[in-house]
């Protein structure tokens, strides 16, 4: 049961970073407002998935309670976007044999 849960937040952990990664490639591409839109909806996401997270995965509950502490610190966009994605990568190769 653990393992069909882990798989589950590996996947979100996936999206998340495939997000973030989208999200900077728009900034790169002078399109802030694109990239904006993404962070809120990633933030929005993680909300949602706290207030209704019953895991036994705590290093999950842990990455998205990181992820909404860090967002609160008014950090830049790029700051933002750079900490989901590379936190997010390293859940996935903290769970998976991707590195």
Do not use: W
Not at 16 to 29: G, K, P
Not at 32 to 52: F, H, M, Q
Not at 78 to 99: D, M, S, W, Y
């Amino acid at each position: 049961m653990v393992n069909e849960f882990l798989h589950y937040y590996v996947q979100r952990a996936r999206i998340y970073r495939n997000e973030a990664q989208r999200a900077i490639t728009y900034t790169t591409l002078e399109e802030p407002e694109r990239a904006e839109i993404i962070r809120k909806t990633l933030l929005r996401s993680v909300d949602a998935e706290l207030a209704n997270l019953s895991t036994e995965i705590v290093d999950y509950a842990n990455l998205l309670k990181d992820i909404q502490a860090f967002s609160k610190n008014k950090k830049n966009l790029v700051e933002q976007l750079t900490f989901i994605r590379g936190n997010c990568q390293l859940f996935i190769a903290k769970h998976t044999e991707e590195k």
